[in-house]
C-alpha cells in the first residue's frame, strides 16, 4: 500500500522560510515524477510545483517561482519543498502525490500558514 506522508509545516511570518518533506513508501519512489499541491481555505487544489523522475527538471506555479525550490533524494525515498520568501497568501495545507496525481495518494497533508 502506498503511503505519501507530508511534514514540515507550521506557523511562521511573512518573510520567513520552511521547508517540507515528503516521505513515500510502498511503492517504487524513483520511478514517479513527484509533485507538491496546496488547497487554501475555500479554493481548490492546485499544483504548486514538480519535478521529475531523476530530478533533472522541474517546473512551478507562477505565484511560487523563483520563491519555492523542488528536491528530491531517490535513495531516501523522499522529497522535499523548500519555501522563502513565505507571503500570507501561501497559508494552505500543501500535500505530494505522484505527476500526475493519483486518487489514492493523498495523505493527510501539512499545515503552512503565513502571519502578516
Known amino acids: 500500500q502506498v503511503q505519501l506522508v507530508e511534514s514540515g509545516g507550521g506557523l511562521v511570518q511573512a518573510g520567513g522560510s520552511l521547508r517540507l518533506s515528503c516521505a513515500a513508501s510502498?511503492?517504487?519512489?524513483?520511478?514517479?515524477?513527484m509533485s507538491w499541491y496546496r488547497q487554501a481555505p475555500g479554493k481548490q487544489r492546485e499544483l504548486v510545483a514538480a519535478i521529475t523522475r531523476d530530478g533533472t527538471d522541474t517546473n512551478y506555479a507562477v505565484a511560487v517561482k523563483g520563491r519555492f525550490t523542488i528536491s528530491r533524494e531517490n535513495a531516501k525515498n523522499t522529497m522535499y519543498l523548500q519555501m522563502n520568501s513565505l507571503k500570507p497568501e501561501d497559508t494552505a495545507v500543501y500535500y505530494c502525490n505522484t505527476y500526475p496525481t493519483r486518487w489514492d495518494y493523498w495523505g493527510q497533508g501539512t499545515q503552512v500558514t503565513v502571519s502578516s
Open positions: 510502498g511503492m517504487i519512489f524513483s520511478i514517479n515524477a
